[in-house]
């Protein structure tokens, strides 16, 4: 039977072959939790009576989400996680290593894996061709503990994306257009396929841009046929040797197939307080912000970084606006000093954060006053998500966020761009 | 499934009620206490609703229940607050299965058949929430098996410690 890259990839790790709709308890090969969600997987683990995981060196702890910690509640959490990775030989990857779903890619995910992960953007390692997925705590916690979990084999949509991005487009507009059109709930227990055209010369952050926000459209994953590109990026990290080629059959069954042409997509914006809230910049009006967040594991990539500051260099963020820049991860953040873009945003007057997740989640770093509004590159604009249900952010590329930042409201990057 | 009868007052919410209106990431460091994050239970939907609840009565969504994080710590503290069960015309993904885990009954419904402060009555083996106040029964989707079967059990955690592992 002709097979989704999902069906393959769950076939591989199941006892049987399957297709979607049926229920299989799989292998998984990496599991994680980071540490909002790490502690109560702990605790449910000790409740169910193990005290080892079953694979040591691919169940990591992330220490991201309040890194560094900003009160004694969350350090105790922490030492918690560290405990847990003393006693059992499970990985910790602590304050500064950088966002869960980056160091992911970096250091542990192959193509046709199975990753589960306790936060809802493990999809992002789809991009690498692995079936990569978010669940609660207590699912993690028996995935420490057997590398087992049950899963529904999703059916799939696929996304034909074809065309070449015009001026001042990149890969973030290009997934909030593709929200937009999806809606919300519009993937719920699906999994996203993309492939086309523009897939084939897409760069890998453009594509763990577009995995990560899957799950804004409600899907288990968004996943892309892995190939040379991949392949490159892998050996990039020194892990050439566990790439596989995995890809859908020529026709296999999808349950839908959206056609996307690139190359009509503006500049996008998810507004308050949903990211399927969509707005081509052209119609947005003129919104004037008081903080702009370049960073996520959505977009704070060498490539992000490196697109915001040509944008940066040698202009000035506007009187009264908060730049605020966090390196995806450690290496990142090297490779970014190596090449000068550090210095160019810190000239321009950023304030560059520890590797980690930043200000997303609302814990620490640039939580928004009353009324305040943000343009930001992450992943999310729910009420109260940077930690002040008072406030009003929106969802835009880092292009648009970095010539936001200096026109003092959002500002479309179509006019800086060359 | 434990059959239960549920009886309880229904508290409406709408559409897309996300992970960080029912447990704001402002209170992250409370996330090694639930009993204390219970308190803040839904708080950016309805500030008061922590203050007004009472073990037994429902929380009743629109669609899309529950999107957003991975955080068990959602359905978990909806439990600890006394929720006999989360009803909406639909739940996101995760949540959805982070309910079953946890042992919260999350029901697919038509809720625009149920308003604010109606008392209803659900049998969960029946399949039926019966609105007291309306004498109108509204039908749930049944689960899928293997919920039914971690459900029953009490909880993933349950169902694995019986079981030695996975028995589905």
């Not at chain 1, 992960?117 to 993690?140: V, Y």
């Not at chain 1, 081509?280 to 996520?296: H, P, R």
Request: aromatic residues 6%.
């Amino acid at each position: 039977m002709k097979k989704t890259i999902a069906e393959k990839i769950i076939s591989a790790h199941a006892e049987s072959e399957v297709s979607a709709g049926d229920i299989a308890v799989v292998d998984v090969d990496v599991v994680m939790a980071q540490d909002g969600t790490g502690p109560l997987a702990v605790s449910q683990i000790e409740k169910m009576g193990f005290d080892r995981v079953k694979q040591p060196q691919s169940s990591i702890l992330f220490i991201d989400h309040a890194a560094p910690s900003p009160r004694k509640e969350l350090s105790n959490s922490h030492m918690v996680l560290r405990q847990f990775a003393e006693k059992t030989g499970a990985q910790v990857s602590d304050v500064g290593e950088g966002v869960c779903h980056q160091i992911l890619v970096e250091k542990y995910v192959c193509p046709n894996h199975i990753v589960i992960g306790a936060d809802s953007h493990t999809c992002t390692s789809g991009a690498l061709g692995a079936f990569a997925t978010g669940m609660g705590s207590t699912d993690i916690a028996v995935g420490f503990a057997l590398a087992k979990t049950w899963l529904m084999v999703p059916h799939t949509i696929r996304v034909n994306i074809e065309g070449t991005p015009g001026k001042g487009v990149f890969a973030k507009d290009l997934i909030i257009f593709i929200i937009g059109k999806i809606t919300s709930d519009g993937a719920t227990y699906k999994a996203l396929e993309f492939g086309g055209s523009a897939v084939e010369h897409m760069t890998m952050d453009d594509r763990f841009t577009i995995s990560n926000m899957a799950v804004e459209a409600g899907a288990k994953t968004g996943l892309f046929a892995s190939d040379d590109i991949t392949k490159k990026y892998l050996e990039s990290m020194d892990r050439g040797d566990c790439f596989t080629n995995v890809y859908p059959d020529e026709g296999a069954a999808y349950q839908e197939v959206i056609d996307i042409d690139y190359s009509a997509i503006k500049p996008m914006i998810s507004k308050p307080h949903t990211v399927d809230n969509v707005s081509s910049i052209d119609e947005l009006g003129k919104i004037k912000v008081d903080q702009v967040f370049i960073g996520t594991c959505t977009n704070g990539r060498l490539s992000d970084l490196a697109l915001a500051a040509s944008i940066l260099k040698g202009r000035k963020v506007a009187p009264g606006v908060r730049l605020i820049v966090v390196p995806a991860s450690r290496k990142v953040y090297l490779e970014a000093m190596d090449k000068g873009i550090i210095k160019d945003l810190t000239e321009s007057g950023a304030a560059i954060m520890a590797p980690g997740c930043g200000p997303c989640v609302g814990v620490h770093e640039g939580i928004l006053g009353d009324g305040e509004v943000c343009l930001s590159t992450q992943n999310r604009n729910f009420v109260g998500r940077m930690g002040n249900p008072n406030s009003f952010i929106y969802l835009g590329s880092p292009a648009t966020a970095a010539w936001s930042a200096v026109k003092g409201y959002i500002a479309d990057p179509r006019e800086v761009l060359v | 499934m434990k059959n239960q009868a549920l009886e309880g007052k229904s508290f409406k919410f709408g559409d897309d009620i996300s992970t960080d209106l029912i447990a704001p990431g402002r209170y992250f460091h409370l996330r090694s206490n639930l009993p204390e994050l219970a308190k803040h239970v839904l708080e950016d939907a309805d500030p008061q609703f922590a203050q007004k609840v009472r073990p037994g009565d429902f929380v009743v969504g629109g669609r899309n229940f529950g999107l957003g994080s991975s955080r068990e710590h959602a359905p978990a503290i909806i439990k600890l607050a006394g929720i006999g069960a989360v009803l909406a015309k639909s739940f996101a993904r995760i949540f959805f299965r982070n309910c079953i885990n946890v042992g919260l009954p999350a029901l697919i419904c038509d809720t625009d058949q149920i308003e604010e402060g109606d008392n209803l009555k659900i049998d969960l083996s029946e399949g039926f929430i019966h609105n007291l106040d309306k004498g109108t029964q509204i039908k749930f989707n049944p689960l899928p098996p293997v919920m039914i079967k971690i459900l029953s059990d009490g909880g993933l955690t349950e169902h694995i410690k019986k079981n030695k592992g996975f028995n589905l």
